[in-house]
């Protein structure tokens, strides 16, 4: 192919590196949400953020939004966009935001409201719609392009991320800033698609999930346990010729370990609840639980005799199969599960030795 007959390439620059990308996508899920709460009144908002790739709003909403409901929001979006409203950023005291949240009757904004630290700031979309906001914004709704905005797709989500709270529905966006960079964002995800790892384990037989064993807990079969054994073998000879040292450590144990390392008072609501059937169950007289992580096992390996300075740096490898209780509307596929097996190491080394360790650990 001649120079001039190759295709343009597009650029699709990274959330993290274009400042104005991330107000793209902030404003544009403001516009959705006024957009929301035009054709459902009884729609309150929640939080939206940007996101890497696209935006989403999560909302309470008496019905549940479809399909046909996406595509009448982003007609809406379209109308607000082209109404080419300024996007007004205002500082205004607690009581005062106070006072407007409780005369529109957003019950979510005012929970917001009790966590924000003053300046409390608000942004405006023209003078019909608001929300509680810390930025950033475009300062215009022209400055968002239709042709590059897409809805994409709905999910259930809990308030707070808390499942004995209310249930919530998200919808997901994606902006970008031209109408090129949404047509590869999208042409990307369909290449991703056919790549995804829940479908290929499926077609290939390599993994499956099933309700009586519980979700999250994937069971390998005999074709994928092959695959991971090798993979396994493979990284297990690349560790031992890198000095490290493999230990095998058990699947629960008693919850003062993980008062001590800090784990139960940072992550209790992430671990699964002590063992226990009823008031008699010897495992619930001793406090043992599901180890959510295996670094307090492995230091008590180190922990179990006395260390010269000369035994470091020392180097514990293991596969260690671990248990969180993800939320039911966080899992997905192998990416997102309750039972995993990880390939974790912890390294005891002196201050000295810390630079050498770090930098050799990429070789």
């Not at 399909?67 to 929001?73: Q, R």
């Not at 099933?210 to 346990?225: A, E, F, I, R, Y």
């Not at 560790?239 to 699947?251: F, S």
Request: charged share 30%; aromatic share 10%; with cysteine.
């Amino acid at each position: 192919m001649a120079q001039s007959e190759q295709p343009e390439k597009i650029h699709l620059p990274r959330t993290s590196e274009s400042e104005q990308l991330k107000k793209i996508r902030h404003t544009a899920s403001h516009v959705m949400a006024m957009a929301v709460q035009k054709l459902f009144p009884k729609a309150q908002v929640t939080i939206g953020p940007w996101i890497e790739s696209g935006f989403y709003y999560d909302f309470d909403n008496p019905e549940p939004f479809t399909e046909k409901d996406l595509k009448a929001i982003k007609k809406e979006m379209i109308k607000i966009i082209n109404r080419k409203l300024p996007v007004i950023r205002e500082e205004v005291s607690r009581e005062e935001a106070e006072r407007r949240i409780k005369a529109v009757h957003e019950p979510y904004k005012l929970e917001i409201l009790e966590g924000l630290e003053e300046p409390i700031t608000i942004y405006h979309l023209g003078e019909q719609w608001w929300d509680l906001c810390a930025g950033p914004h475009v300062e215009n709704t022209i400055d968002l392009n239709p042709e590059a905005i897409d809805l994409e797709s709905l999910a259930g989500a809990y308030w707070r991320g808390d499942e004995t709270k209310a249930q919530l529905q998200r919808i997901y966006g994606t902006a970008w800033e031209t109408p090129e960079q949404l047509a590869e964002h999208k042409r990307r995800k369909e290449e991703a698609l056919k790549r995804d790892h829940r479908r290929l384990g499926r077609e290939l037989g390599l993994f499956i999930f099933s309700d009586q064993v519980g979700p999250g807990l994937p069971l390998w079969t005999p074709k994928g346990t092959v695959l991971r054994s090798t993979l396994e073998d493979f990284l297990k000879q690349e560790q031992l010729k890198r000095g490290y040292l493999p230990v095998v450590t058990p699947h629960i144990a008693r919850i003062d370990l993980f008062k001590t390392s800090g784990h139960w008072q940072k992550y209790k609501e992430d671990m699964f609840p002590m063992m226990a059937e009823d008031d008699d169950d010897r495992l619930a007289e001793q406090g043992f639980v599901l180890k959510p992580m295996n670094c307090p096992f492995h230091i008590q390996i180190y922990k179990s005799d006395l260390r010269s300075y000369r035994e470091l740096p020392m180097r514990l490898a293991e596969f260690g199969t671990v248990y969180r209780y993800e939320q039911s509307g966080e899992l997905g596929g192998l990416t997102r599960v309750r039972g995993f097996t990880v390939d974790d190491s912890h390294l005891f080394v002196t201050p000295e030795q810390l630079d050498d360790e770090f930098l050799t650990s990429w070789i």
